[in-house]
């Protein structure tokens, strides 16, 4: 059976996954450069795995940044608790 159409909610998926990927593999073959590493494509597993990491190191770090701004928000009356929900 061939594919004729694609659900909107199903493209879209894909195409998030496809902007993450590129994005990691954008990031992999900067560090690779930078370590001085061979920079090719494919990237190895391991590039790309490094960078992996980075990504979620770095988005972690990101979004403590973003609460604590955001509970600052909230204790300078800037915000309300309909838009920052604390523990």
Not at 28 to 57: C, D
Request: proline letters at 1%; a negative charge.
């Amino acid at each position: 059976m061939k594919a004729t159409a694609l659900s909107t909610g199903f493209f879209n998926q894909l195409a998030q996954k496809r902007q993450f990927a590129a994005r990691i593999a954008e990031l992999a073959a900067a560090m690779a450069a930078q370590a001085g590493e061979t920079v090719t494509r494919p990237l190895s597993r391991e590039q790309l795995e490094r960078a992996f990491q980075a990504n979620l190191i770095e988005t972690g770090l990101v979004m403590d940044l973003v609460l604590e701004w955001a509970g600052e928000q909230l204790a300078q009356g800037q915000a309300s608790s309909n838009d920052v929900y604390c523990a």
